[in-house]
Each structure stands twice: as C-alpha cells, then as structure tokens.
Nanobody, 125 residues
Framework: QVQLVESGGGLVQAGGSLRLSCAAS????????MGWYRQAPGKQRELVAT???????NYADSVKGRFTISRDNAKNTVTLQMNSLKPEDTAVYYC???????????????????WGKGTLVTVSS
C-alpha cells in the first residue's frame, strides 16, 4: 500500500501565495507521474498540474503562469507553489501519484493510482 499525505493548505487573501506539499510513502519501487487536482464546492474534481518522473509538466489553463509544480524523486515528494491566488482557486486540493510497487510492475509500466485525502485552500476576496 501507498500513502499520500498533503500539507500546506490554509486561508489566504487574494493575491497571496501558498505552497502545498505531498509526501508518498509505503510500498514504492518507483513513481511515474505525480500531480495535483482540486475540487471546489459543487463542482467536479479537475486537473491542476502534473509532472512526470523526468520533470515534464502540464498545467490547467486557469493556473498557468501562477502555479508551479515540482518534485523530488529521491524523497517521493511533489510540491505546488501557488502565487497570485484568486477566490476561484478555493477548493480541496488532492495529491495523486502513479506508483510502481515493484520491478515487475515498473517493467510492465503497470502503475497504480493513489490519492491523498486532500487539503483545503481558501482564498478570501
């Protein structure tokens, strides 16, 4: 089993910054992609940003230029730096990782997706 634990959420005023972190632990041979999703009240969960093991990134249009995703492969962590926050960024933010639990799954490129429990980000106007 793999556990993902997020931290860094909180309340911030519009225009401010927050840094979210997520640490993966457990039965990990290697991690493929990692990322962040968010879910606002009454809305579906949506992609925020993803990053591959090689460092290639992908962002939702709504956060491009404001958010930066990064990861530390040695520590199995992923970070989301959020700047110029807007009230519409208010949501529960979830960390996700596609994990290879052993050599066989890595060789077969057969990873399993795991999710954290989420951390709340509230941006006041």
């Amino acid at each position: 089993q793999v556990q993902l634990v997020e931290s860094g959420g909180g309340l911030v005023q519009a225009g401010g910054s927050l840094r979210l972190s997520c640490a993966a632990s457990g039965s990990i041979f290697s991690i493929n992609a990692m990322g962040w999703y968010r879910q606002a009240p009454g809305k579906q969960r949506e992609l925020v940003a993803t990053i591959t093991s090689g460092g290639s990134t992908n962002y939702a249009d709504s956060v491009k230029g404001r958010f930066t995703i990064s990861r530390d492969n040695a520590k199995n962590t992923v970070t989301l730096q959020m700047n110029s926050l807007k009230p519409e960024d208010t949501a529960v933010y979830y960390c996700t990782a596609n994990v290879y639990s052993d050599y066989e799954s890595w060789r077969a490129e057969d990873g399993m997706d795991y999710w954290g429990k989420g951390t709340l980000v509230t941006v006041s106007s």
